[in-house]
């Protein structure tokens, strides 16, 4: 069964360091996404990047990085210069099916929350 | 453009009575899901609607729970005869369809608290 690994419930990181969440996830699907997602504490959940089973480099987008171990089944989210601004709740996610799966549900580790320190 | 909107933000109930959560989806995103997010969790997978196909229902976790979505837009999670354990955040996402990413915008949910 499908299933997604966040081992850290809590990470602290100093201002303009860089960190990284861990992310395992468990399919038998060969064909998969997997998604980062921040969760502020006002409650809404905003994207962050995106990587693709068949995609053959990690995922960037801006400050964040997707350190994609598919051998490992690890998808680890790096944050680069961490701002204040940063402190969430970061859940990782995975939908099984490529382009368009069929049914498109995502399912959500238990979430790191980040604490970034001045 | 205007992103997923739910209401109400907040609905507190009575243990026993019937609830509607709503959610407007991005025009033009047409697929619509709705997850549970309970205190301090995950976000819990329940339904799922893409155009006119059959609702993904596997997630739903009991027929007191259903939903329905009204011309391919707006969408309605009802649960009857609300228990304690059905509080919780409820979030509504979309997302377009197609492309490998379809990458899901939430709503800022609704918090449900049954008494």
């Known amino acids: 069964a499908q299933k997604i690994t966040q081992t850290q419930p809590g990470m602290f990181v100093q201002e303009k360091e860089a960190v990284t969440l861990d992310c395992t996830y468990d399919?038998?699907?060969?064909?998969?996404?997997l998604f980062w997602y921040k969760q502020p504490s006002s409650g809404e959940m905003i994207f962050l990047i995106y990587q693709g089973s068949y995609d053959q480099q990690n995922a960037t987008e801006g400050r964040y990085s997707l350190n994609f171990q598919k051998a490992r089944k690890s998808a680890n989210l790096v944050i680069s210069a961490s701002q204040l601004g940063d402190s969430a709740m970061y859940f990782c996610?995975?939908?099984?099916?490529?382009?368009?799966?069929?049914?498109?549900?995502?399912?959500f580790g238990t979430g790191t929350l980040l604490a970034v320190q001045p | 453009g205007a992103g997923v909107s739910q209401s109400p933000s907040n609905k507190v109930t009575e243990k026993g009575k019937d609830v509607e959560l709503r959610c407007d989806p991005i025009?033009?995103?047409?697929?619509l899901y709705w997850y549970r997010q309970s205190l301090g969790q995950g976000l819990e997978f329940l339904i799922y609607f893409q155009g006119n196909s059959a609702p993904d229902k596997s997630g739903l976790p009991s027929d007191r729970f259903s939903a329905e979505r009204t011309g391919g837009s707006v969408s309605t999670l009802t649960i009857q005869r609300t228990q304690q354990e059905d509080s919780a955040v409820y979030l509504c996402?979309?997302?377009?369809?197609?492309?490998?990413?379809?990458?899901?915008?939430f709503g800022p949910g609704t918090r449900l608290t049954v008494l």
């Open positions: 996402a979309s997302s377009l369809q197609g492309g490998a990413r379809n990458e899901q915008f």
């Open positions: 025009s033009g995103h047409t697929a």
């Open positions: 399919t038998s699907d060969p064909s998969y996404g």
């Open positions: 996610a995975m939908r099984e099916g490529g382009y368009g799966g069929a049914t498109n549900k995502l399912i």
